[in-house]
C-alpha cells in the first residue's frame, strides 16, 4: 500500500522561510518522479516543483529561484524548501509521484501552508 505522509509547514510572515518532508512507503521511490502540488482556497491543485531519479528539478514559474526540492533516496523523502515566501504561496501542499497522466496514488493529508503578516 502507497503511503505518502507530509509534513512541516504552518504560518510565517512574508519573506519568510519553510520546509517540507514528504516520506513515502509502497513504492520504488528512487526511480520515481517526485513532486510537489499545491491547492491555493478556490483554485485547483497544481504542480510547482518536480525532481527526477537523478536529481534534475522543474519548477513552476511561481516558484522559481524561490523553491528548492530535494530528495534522499536511501530515506525514501522527498524535501521542498521554500523560500521569499509571499501570501499568494498560501496553499495546502502535497507530495505525489509525478506519472505520465498525472498524480500517480491518493493523495496524502497534505500540510498547510499560511504566508501572512
Known amino acids: 500500500q502507497v503511503q505518502l505522509v507530509e509534513s512541516g509547514g504552518g504560518l510565517v510572515q512574508p519573506g519568510g522561510s519553510l520546509r517540507l518532508s514528504c516520506a513515502a512507503s509502497?513504492?520504488?521511490?528512487?526511480?520515481?518522479?517526485m513532486g510537489w502540488y499545491r491547492q491555493a482556497p478556490g483554485k485547483e491543485r497544481e504542480l510547482v516543483a518536480r525532481?527526477?531519479?537523478?536529481?534534475?528539478?522543474v519548477y513552476a514559474d511561481s516558484v522559481k529561484g524561490r523553491f528548492t526540492i530535494s530528495r534522499d533516496n536511501a530515506k525514501k523523502t522527498v524535501y521542498l524548501q521554500m523560500n521569499s515566501l509571499k501570501p499568494e504561496d498560501t496553499a495546502d501542499y502535497y507530495c505525489?509521484?509525478?506519472?505520465?497522466?498525472?498524480?500517480?496514488?491518493?493523495w496524502g493529508q497534505g500540510r498547510e501552508v499560511i504566508v501572512s503578516s
Open positions: 505525489n509521484e509525478v506519472g505520465p497522466q498525472g498524480p500517480a496514488w491518493d
Open positions: 509502497g513504492i520504488m521511490f528512487r526511480l520515481n518522479v
Open positions: 525532481i527526477l531519479s537523478d536529481g534534475y528539478a
